[in-house]
């Protein structure tokens, strides 16, 4: 079993930032799958802003393309979000996941519980 716990979501103005870390724990081995980042705002889908490979290759949502940076630690299992130039619509619950391969082919996502961001304006 994985567990992923987030951290350093909080309050903060229009304009400002946050780094968002999420660390995978609870396994012999490394995380060898895309992590990433979901959100989710009231009244809305989840939906993603980021993710990342084993590699470091990354993704992101268009509303955050430009302002958010993601990435990992491998050795230490750990994923992290930049977010600069924070907007009110940047306010939702943040969510780490993270994919798991296990050497038989089958694989698992793992979700966090998830930090709030909120942006005020």
């Known amino acids: 079993q994985v567990q992923l716990v987030e951290s350093g979501g909080g309050l903060v103005q229009a304009g400002g930032s946050l780094r968002l870390t999420c660390e995978a724990s609870?396994?012999?081995?490394?995380?060898?799958?895309?992590m990433g980042w979901h959100r989710q705002a009231p009244g809305k889908q989840r939906e993603l802003v980021a993710t990342i490979s084993s590699g470091g290759s990354t993704t992101y949502a268009d509303s955050v393309k430009g302002r958010f940076t993601i990435s990992r630690d491998n050795a230490k299992n750990t994923v992290y979000l930049q977010m600069n130039s924070l907007k009110s619509e940047d306010t939702a619950v943040y969510y780490c996941k993270a994919v798991l391969y296990y050497p038989l082919g089958s694989m698992s996502d793992f979700w966090g519980q998830g930090t709030q961001v909120t942006v005020s304006s």
């Open positions: 609870g396994r012999a081995f490394s995380i060898n799958g895309n």
